[in-house]
Every structure is written in C-alpha cells, then in structure tokens.
C-alpha cells in the first residue's frame, strides 16, 4: 500500500470514528433528557436511532464546512475548534429539538448537556491527537513547483512558507522557456501557474493531465467575470458565453428582512456585550465610545460607518491608514475588541438603517478605495452590490490581503450570490471570530495592503531544484542549487 493510499485511509477512519461520536453522544443525550429509550421498545429505538442519524446529518454539515475533517491539513487546535464549533451547533439544534418535545425548558437537565459536550471534547481531542499523529507517519511534504509571468508571484511566496506541508522544487520565470520548465516538472507533484501566458499555460496543461500532476492556475479579472459561462452554439463554431443570469427575483426582498430581523435579534441578544464594551472604552481614557467613519457602499455612495473606537482619538491626525501589525495607536481595550471582532458590533445599525447588509463586500474608505484604483481600476466592480459586515473575503482572506485578491473574491460573491450562499458564510464566519490570523494587520510602515514592506524571502528562483533538491532533479535541470533573495 502507497502511503497516499494510507494517508487517505486514515482520513475515512477518522471521518467515521468522528461521526460515531457524534452519533452515539446524541443517542445518550436524548436518552438521558427525553426518552423514550430502550425500554420502550421498537418505537423506543426507532426514535434513538433517528434521532442519532438526524444528529450526525447536521454534525457532518457543519464539519465539512469547517473542515473539520481535513486531518494533516491544519493545526491540531484548529481541527479541534472545527469539531467543537459543529458538535455544539449541532448539540443546539438537539436542545431547540429537546424543547419542543417538552414545551418547557426547566425539563431539560442543562447538566448533561454539558457533559455531553465535555465528552465530545475529549473524544475528538484524543481522535485528532492519535489520527495526526498516524497521518504524519505517512505524511510527506507536498512538491510544488511554480511558474511566474509577472511580479506577483512574491505576494504568493510567503503564504507557502506559513504552511510545512508544501516543499518549493522550482520556482521559474515563463522567460526561461517552455524546455527547462518541462524538464523541471518531473520533480513535483503540483504545479502553479501565476499569470503565465496563454500559449505556455495550454502546454503545461496538457503536460500535467497527461501525468497525472495537480495544476493550480491563478484567476484574472476576465477569468472571474466569465466564471461558470455557458458554451454558446449560435453557430458552428463554439463561443464561451458571458450570460448575465441576474440573482433570483425574491433574492432582494428575502436579504433585506434577513438584514433586518438578524441587526435587531443581534442588538437585542448582544446588549450586554455592548453596554460592556461602552464602559471599558469610557473607563479606558475617557474619550467617545463611538467612532464614525466614511464609507462606500453600492454605486459609490458614501454613509458613515460606526464602530466602536479601538484607537487613540487623535489616531489619525497624520492621515487615514490602515491599522498594522504593531500599531501603537490601538488602545489596550482596543487590542480586545479588534481580537474578538466586538469593535465591528455597532455596524448592526448600519445594517438596520440599509447602509450595509450582513453578507457583502467589506466597505472601504473612499481616500483608500481612490489609492486602490490608481494601480487597479477594477476596484469599483465590488460596488455593484451593497456593502457587507462578512463576506467570502472576509472568510477566505486576511485583514492584510491584498486589494488584488480581495477584489477576486468579491466578484466571486457577486457572481455566486443567493441565500444559501450568504447563510454558508454566516455560518462559516463563527469559524474565523477565533482565528487570529484573519485580524493580522498590515506590515509596519504602510499606509494601505498595496505596497508591501521590504523583506528577503528565500526563493528557488531560476533553479528548479531549490529548496530541498533531490538527485534526480539535480541532474533533470543539470545545475546546482542556488538561492537569493528576492524583494516582496
């Protein structure tokens, strides 16, 4: 057996060892609080048994989209968050369930519950433990080679070095030809092209679906704005259609009394989050609990955005830009909220007064927005729809990413939205409230995410070999390993 094969049975075995715990937690949950159980016979059995089904549906929902199941891919304390955040949204639809079979919640011993949860705690921490630990034996990073047509390139070189698992063989500019990039990609297993000509991007392809190797291509503007086009056969010669397929009729009314009934439940159930919150930042230096600042939403219009302050007062004197990794101008209840996402809370107002929605392009400041579109002029495309409190960029990207990829992910958005789009993000952005690498500011001494610092990053460049060559690609590419430093 290939240790691709091992590593993939240790993932069904821990996908299934998983979904028993959620299956049988459920099963005793019920039987403690609610019963009928085993003693009641066949009725007593069918309830447990799909009361354990139903359970492990809702778990396996919640898992996927947390990626809780992707064993070797992640950290242990961020599977292990990933578990506990689908077993406790499961346990509480297993608690609002419970409810309506008694109308009364003093009947429900909350005490098990707990404990309950305490056990699925423990299980998956030592399932994960002991199942990493099994892939890991098997486990082996993964080769990649990369091939560049412009500068951008080195905006993707760090995010490889934050992840182990990925080992660079080649990093190659599309000018040293089509012959040597070939020659160098025998030596890997994934390829990715960044903004490589068409021409050498259609040789590569064929090269690697011929071989069996995984490509990964990176996506323009034009990429993303024929994203899911249809094939066009007006003719006898096949066109790629662009058709503009606009969003579900009742999509607008739906989102809108979402928005609404959300920001009000939302103020209502977090108003001592809130008036908490007001006091330390009163308490802290005595300056306004509120900070209000311009912002474009759909068209371009500009409202006042309201946060609750996480700077000094005077933060801006010199100019608007964004907070950094290391600012000093955030106060030390600032650093709290900004970590928990609580300065962003008054934006249900916002919400309320139809400013912003919930899910949507985050939205930015106009002084920025104008820096933004000097380099970029696409930038304007993500006002097509109404700003957002979360959105698939704010999921799936950084506080720091730069306004290239947040742009790509907005038009991703914009051409995928619908209402069970914009729930799947809701729910996922429970996941990334703890994380705290979706909050890491931008590097210290820039004014926006455009310009990065100066800093050397290690890069096999025009050597397909760096980066921990092997024998056989020494003698593929015929040179020796040479490393240097690059600029970001």
């Keep these: ?168 063989t080649a990093c190659l500019s599309e000018q040293e030809g089509p012959d040597r990039i070939l ?101 802290g230096d005595g300056g306004p609990v509120f900070y209000r600042q311009r912002r474009m939403t759909t068209g371009g219009r500009v409202f006042s955005i309201l946060k609750f302050r996480s700077m000094r007062v005077d933060a801006e004197k010199n100019g608007a830009r964004l907070a950094s990794e290391h600012d000093d101008r955030i106060t030390p209840v600032g650093k709290v909220i900004r970590a928990c996402r609580i300065d962003e809370l008054p934006q249900l107002i916002n919400i309320l007064r139809g400013d912003m929605s919930i899910v949507g392009p985050r939205p930015e400041r106009p002084e920025i927005a104008e820096e933004y579109e000097k380099e970029l002029p696409e930038f304007r495309l993500r006002l097509k729809v109404k700003a957002g409190l979360t959105g698939y960029a704010q999921v799936y990207g950084r506080y720091n990413t730069t306004p290239q990829d947040k742009l790509r992910m907005d038009l991703i958005y914009i051409r ?12 996922y952005t429970l996941k990334i409230l703890f994380i705290p690498e979706s909050t890491q500011g931008i590097e210290d001494g820039q004014k926006d995410a455009l310009k990065k610092s100066k800093s050397p990053v290690q890069t096999p460049e025009e050597d397909c070999t760096g980066g921990g060559q092997t024998d056989a690609g020494k003698k593929r590419c015929g040179k020796e390993k040479r490393m240097k430093q690059v600029e970001k």
């Excluded at 059995?45 to 396996?60: D, I, S």
């Excluded at 008694?102 to 305490?118: A, D, M, Q, T, Y």
């Excluded at 995984?214 to 790629?240: K, V």
Aim: proline fraction near 2%.
């Design 1 to 168: 057996m290939s240790k691709e094969q091992a590593k993939q049975n240790v993932k069904r075995v821990y996908v299934l060892i998983s979904s028993m715990i959620a299956f049988f937690t459920a099963v005793a949950l019920w039987y403690w609080n609610v019963a009928p159980g085993w003693e009641k016979g066949y009725f007593g059995v069918r309830t447990l048994l799909a009361v354990g089904v139903l359970y492990t549906v809702v778990y396996t929902f919640f898992a996927r989209m947390y990626d809780a199941h992707k064993i070797g891919l992640y950290r242990l304390a961020e599977l292990l968050f990933s578990q506990m955040l689908s077993f406790v949204i499961a346990d509480t639809f297993l608690f609002v369930a419970a409810f309506f079979w008694f109308h009364n919640f003093s009947r429900i011993r909350i005490s098990i519950f707990l404990f309950g949860v305490l056990i699925q705690f423990l299980g998956a921490g030592f399932l994960i433990f002991v199942m990493n630990r099994l892939y890991a034996r098997y486990d082996e990073p993964r080769k990649i080679m990369i091939v560049y047509g412009n500068e951008e390139y080195k905006y993707f070189l760090p995010k490889l070095g934050e992840k182990r698992r990925y080992r660079i």
């Design 183 to 283: 020659d160098c990609l025998a030596d890997c297993e994934d390829v990715y092209l960044i903004n490589v000509g068409r021409e050498l991007q259609n040789r590569l392809m064929l090269y690697c679906d011929e071989n069996g190797k995984d490509i990964h291509l990176s996506m323009s503007l034009n990429d993303l704005l024929l994203f899911r086009s249809d094939i066009s056969h007006s003719f006898d010669t096949p066109f790629l259609r662009n058709k503009r397929n606009p969003v579900a009729w009742y999509y607008p009314m739906v989102k809108r009394a979402a928005d609404i009934i959300l920001s009000v439940c939302g103020l209502v159930i977090l108003s001592p989050v809130l008036l908490l919150t007001a006091c330390a930042i009163k308490l």
């Design 416 to 427: 995928e939205r619908s209402i069970l789009f914009d729930l799947q993000l809701i729910f």
